[in-house]
Nanobody, 126 residues
């Protein structure tokens, strides 16, 4: 059973930066494709960014493109989300997810990923 543990959330002023980390308990087929999602109170969960370890594929939602960067560290089984120029509307709980078919699922608009972390809260004040 894959375990994903997020960290790095917190309170930041608008225009500031945060870096989220997601450590996976193992590097296997189940964690070959990973992503960050977020959910604000009263809203549906939405995709933020995704990465495929092999091939260098990355994907960003339009709302974060140019401001957020997803990256991975194979040696540490860790995926990062660097968030710059944060806005109040970025306030949400951010979740890490993994799924061997994550890229295919997000292209189809499906968010039923195999493994999820418990989330880390990001609050951006105006």
């Amino acid at each position: 059973q894959v375990q994903l543990v997020e960290s790095g959330g917190g309170l930041v002023q608008a225009g500031g930066s945060l870096r989220l980390s997601c450590v996976a308990s193992e590097r296997t087929f189940d964690t070959s494709e990973m992503g960050w999602f977020r959910q604000a109170p009263g809203k549906e969960r939405e995709l933020v960014a995704a990465i495929v370890w092999s091939g260098g594929y990355t994907h960003y939602s339009d709302s974060v493109k140019g401001r957020f960067t997803i990256s991975g560290d194979n040696a540490r089984n860790t995926v990062y989300l660097q968030m710059n120029s944060l806005k109040p509307e970025d306030t949400a709980t951010y979740y890490c997810a993994s799924d061997p078919r994550l890229q295919t699922k997000i292209m189809q608009g499906h968010y039923d990923m195999a493994f999820w972390g418990k989330g880390t809260l990001v609050t951006v004040s105006s």
